[in-house]
């Protein structure tokens, strides 16, 4: 018999074919997001599950679907799954790291850009049919000659530094490792401390994984060290930021505005996440511009995601360590991090 894979979102018709060759694939085919408990019906004798960032996988998960040899996430950041449970009861745990990284950095710039320059505020102007022609409204601020801060600098923030270096913007960052001498040198970046990039940029990045230690790392007392004015900008991950705090900061003026593609809301794994995206922050239209997680929402990338978690699950079938593994099964040691 071929072994069983459920694949809990919609993926590319080459997704389905590729797996289908070795195993039966159990595909979601409804165009929705199923529900946890649709999933683990699917999956109480599944072999493999491809699991994506909306879905949450623990021990009780686990432990009822004793059949399954790997959990392939087609995804970078993997806060919501217990990785210690899966090595623990000999499953592999799998991510594509590299992938995500280009397009959730472009994505930064695009945001970053769009907020300081009422991009979203003169979308919604145009289409009430008031514009006759330039008048001089919705002046934004402009990069060139700015400091830019970015909080992190592993892969995310790296990429998304290589891609601002050609604004003319001075960039300081600061990060438990600092980026090579190389990079550091060709960038024109400094390291210092988190309190020095929020008390001296004009533009804040965040570009960190969510650990217990970067939980809430903007909150109320971060933003009091803000410089007055300053932007702030997260496509990492969205409890790393306090939105109650920020919603506080943007309705004073501390903050000027807020542009995001991540939000508290999505982090399954706190007991405690908010249930939305708080009315206050959305209703702050002309200080904030969101998108909905569309930091890898690129095709041919989402494509090529899909098909590296597709090669991890059958790499396991076929008697091989998968390449995108971040647990070790046999010596039950496990990524003490998330890679950024």
Not at 54 to 82: H, M, T, W
Request: with cysteine; glycine share 8%; hydrophobic share 40%.
């Amino acid at each position: 018999m071929k072994p069983k894979v459920v694949i809990t979102q919609p993926v590319h018709r080459e997704v389905v074919e590729l797996l289908a060759h070795k195993c039966e694939v159990i595909p979601n085919n409804a165009l929705t997001t199923l529900g946890g408990d649709e999933i683990l019906r699917r999956a109480k004798n599944a072999d493999g599950i491809m699991v994506f960032m909306s879905d949450r996988i623990d021990d009780e998960f686990l432990q009822l679907c004793p059949n399954l040899k790997i959990v392939a996430a087609a995804l970078k950041g993997y806060d919501n799954f217990d990785v210690k449970s899966c090595t623990r009861r000999g499953v592999w745990f799998t991510t594509v790291p590299d992938l995500l990284t280009v397009p959730t950095a472009e994505l930064t710039v695009g945001l970053l850009i769009g907020l300081s320059r009422n991009a979203s505020a003169g979308d919604r102007f145009i289409r009430t049919g008031q514009f006759t022609g330039w008048r001089p409204k919705l002046y934004g601020t402009g990069l060139s000659g700015r400091n830019l801060g970015i909080v992190g600098m592993g892969a995310l923030g790296q990429a998304i530094a290589k891609r601002l270096s050609s604004f003319d913007m001075s960039i300081s960052y600061t990060d438990p490792t600092p980026a090579t001498e190389q990079k550091e040198v060709s960038w024109g970046m400094n390291l210092v401390s988190l309190d020095q990039v929020l008390s001296k940029s004009d533009f804040v990045i965040l570009a960190v994984p969510l650990t217990l230690a970067t939980f809430h790392l903007i909150d109320q007392r971060a933003i009091e060290k803000i410089k007055t004015g300053a932007f702030l900008v997260n496509t990492c991950r969205g409890s790393v930021v306090d939105e109650q705090a920020v919603i506080r900061a943007l309705s004073s003026g501390k903050l000027a505005g807020y542009a995001a593609d991540v939000f508290e809301t999505e982090d399954w794994a706190r007991p405690d996440r908010p249930n939305s995206i708080p009315d206050a922050l959305i209703n702050l239209t002309g200080a904030t511009f969101f998108t909905p997680h569309l930091g890898s929402a690129v095709d041919d990338v989402r494509l090529e995601i899909e098909l590296e978690a597709a090669r991890n699950i059958l790499q396991v079938f076929e008697g091989k360590k998968p390449t995108g593994a971040i647990n070790d099964i046999a010596n039950s040691n496990v990524t003490p991090s998330n890679p950024r």
